[in-house]
């Protein structure tokens, strides 16, 4: 898997996901500094990884899911990144975020050394998507070749609606 963070390759930790395979267990904190693992997540899921939901990217992506999430009954969104739980909370708080979990892998990197999303030389996650369906398969696996790159929106949403 070749990623590249402003045109420069850069290395993933971990194994690449694939569709068809399971979804690994993982932990993350969430904004109450909680631990959350798999098992703590239930149905249909759409994990998004992203380096930092304070950039301009990243700050569309979480906004543009917040409000497309209402088209997708039965499904939750989660978007995951190495900010701090607290600076998480803020941002979500003064952007009306309510309808995208946030998760912190600030901790243990435990997120991104499970999906194959940690960036070695960024300390940070890549941009990737995985929708999984409620037995814990993964049904989308998209690792965006150019992390500073807008994931495809529609085609996340269209696998999410299709995943049982």
């Known amino acids: 898997m070749k990623v590249k963070f402003q045109g420069k390759e850069v290395t993933l930790i971990g194994n690449e996901l694939k569709v068809g395979g399971k979804f690994p267990d993982f932990t993350a904190t969430n904004n109450s500094l909680e631990q959350v693992s798999l098992k703590d997540t239930k149905g249909i899921r759409i994990f998004l990884s992203v380096p930092s939901i304070d950039t ?5 992506e979480v906004k543009t899911f917040n409000k497309r999430a209402s088209e997708l009954e039965g499904v ?10 607290f600076a998480q909370g803020r941002w979500c708080g003064a952007e009306g975020i309510e309808n995208v979990v946030t998760l912190s892998d600030y901790k243990d990197r435990d997120f991104g050394n499970s999906t194959g999303t940690y960036v070695k030389e960024l300390g940070l996650l890549t941009r990737a998507a995985f929708v999984v369906d409620s037995d814990n398969k993964i049904t989308y696996a998209k ?9 495809n929106y529609d085609e ?3 696998a999410a609606k299709k995943a049982k």
């Open 56 to 60: 301009p990217v990243c700050d569309l």
């Open 143 to 151: 690792y965006l070749e150019e992390i500073a790159d807008y994931p």
């Open 156 to 158: 996340i949403l269209e």
């Open 76 to 85: 939750t969104v989660y978007t995951i990144s190495m900010d701090l739980p």
